[in-house]
């Protein structure tokens, strides 16, 4: 599965790039988020982990952008979790310097919960009478994502 990579730091790209390529996957680096855009023209990502202050300004429209196509993303980033804002697009958060084995145990979470198919359950209300009288009776429904 493909994973973009988008990071200021040549070191810490490299780093992170040897890693995730060493666990057996593609991955596509970029050094800002003109040039993440670029990428996204011709790939869909399935994992992306961005580096949040970049040169041409912060990630948080591209993690949007991204997580609204399916793609599962985390911050990498320098700034403390609390200088980030909590938005649904971010599935998780590491902060630099990590464990690159945790970074790569969660991508391959990620990837495997993908391959998997996880299941979304919704409650949809569904009016029915009885004898006459009107009831609102849930059915649950399950719908793979």
Do not use: Y
């Given at each position: 599965?493909?994973?973009?990579?988008?990071?200021?730091?040549?070191?810490v790209a490299a780093s992170l790039e040897d890693a995730?390529?060493?666990?057996?996957?593609?991955v596509t680096v970029a050094s800002s988020v003109a040039e993440?855009?670029?990428a996204l023209a011709g790939t869909s990502f399935a994992i992306a982990l961005l580096d949040y202050?970049?040169?041409?300004?912060?990630s948080l429209g591209l993690a949007r952008r991204l997580?609204?196509?399916?793609?599962?993303?985390a911050v990498v980033s320098g700034v403390d979790r609390e200088v980030v804002p909590p938005d649904p697009a971010i599935s998780a958060h590491f902060v630099k310097p990590m464990d690159?084995?945790?970074l790569i145990?969660?991508?391959?979470a990620m990837i495997s919960?993908?391959?998997?198919?996880?299941?979304?359950?919704?409650?949809?209300?569904?009016?029915?009478?009885i004898r006459g009288t009107a009831l609102a009776l849930a059915r649950w429904v399950s719908e793979f994502v």
């Open positions: 599965m493909p994973v973009l990579v988008v990071e200021d730091s040549f070191l995730l390529v060493e666990a057996g996957h593609q993440a855009e670029a202050m970049l040169p041409d300004g912060d997580g609204a196509s399916g793609c599962k993303v690159e084995r945790e145990g969660w991508v391959k919960e993908r391959a998997a198919g996880a299941v979304k359950i919704s409650r949809a209300a569904q009016p029915r009478r």
